[in-house]
C-alpha cells in the first residue's frame, strides 16, 4: 500500500488539527513517548492558545506519514524498501557483482570484525555451493558475497536497526531519508 492509498483510507476519520492526547490515540502510544517523538522532530507542532489554555496542534497528515514511516520500516516489501533497494543499487553499479569482505568495508564503513559478525550470524549471505563458502580465486581476497544478497542485507530490517551506525551508513540513511521524505511530501501535496 502506497502513502496516498493509506492516507485516503484513514483521513476522514479524523479532523484536519488533533492535539497531542489525540495524537496519543491515533498512534497508539504514551504521552513520554510522543513528548519523545516530537522532541526528535518526527512529527512537526505547533503551539495556540485556545479557551482551555495554550495546546499543541499537530497536522493529522504529518501524524500518518509518520505512521506510515513506521509501518514501512517493518515490512520487507513496500515502497520505502522498493525505493531504498534502487538507491543502493544506483550506489554499488561501480562494484562488480561479486563482492569481498573489504568491498562491504569500503561501502558500509563498518570494521572487519562487525562484517565477519555479520557473516557468522548469517545477517550477511555468502556465496555458498552445498552450504560450503567459495572463496575467490585470487590469493588473499577470501569470501565472496554477491550484490544481490548484499542489497537484500542493506534494506532488511536488521542492518537498518543498527543504532551504533558508521558515518557512511549515517551518511547513507540520512541522503535516502530526505529523497523519500521530499517524494512523500510531493505526493502528500496532492492528498492535502
Known amino acids: 500500500m502506497n502513502f496516498n492509498e493509506y492516507c485516503s483510507s484513514v483521513i476522514d476519520h479524523y479532523p484536519e488539527y488533533v492535539t497531542q492526547k489525540e495524537m496519543c490515540a491515533i498512534l497508539g502510544v504514551c504521552i513520554s513517548t510522543a513528548y519523545s517523538v516530537q522532541k526528535k522532530g518526527m512529527i512537526p507542532f505547533e503551539y495556540v492558545n485556545t479557551s482551555e489554555g495554550r495546546r499543541q496542534r499537530i497536522k493529522i497528515t504529518d501524524i500518518l506519514q509518520y505512521q506510515y514511516e513506521k509501518m514501512c520500516f517493518t515490512e520487507l516489501e513496500n515502497e520505502f524498501i522498493e525505493g531504498l533497494r534502487c538507491y543502493y543499487r544506483r550506489q554499488l553499479h561501480k562494484f562488480p557483482k561479486l563482492l569481498s569482505v573489504s568491498d562491504v568495508i569500503h561501502f558500509t564503513g563498518y570494521s572487519k570484525s562487525a562484517v565477519n559478525n555479520w557473516i557468522l550470524r ?49 551518511e547513507q540513511a540520512e541522503q535516502y531519508e530526505q529523497l523519500f521524505d521530499t517524494f512523500m511530501s510531493k505526493r502528500g501535496a496532492d492528498i492535502v
Open 122 to 170: 548469517n545477517e550477511l549471505k555468502l556465496l555458498s555451493y552445498k552450504n560450503k563458502r567459495l572463496q575467490s580465486f585470487h590469493r588473499g581476497k577470501g569470501t565472496l558475497i554477491t550484490k544481490d544478497s548484499f542489497l537484500i542485507f542493506l534494506t532488511g530490517p536488521y542492518y537498518r536497526s543498527i543504532t551504533r551506525k558508521s558515518a557512511a551508513h549515517k
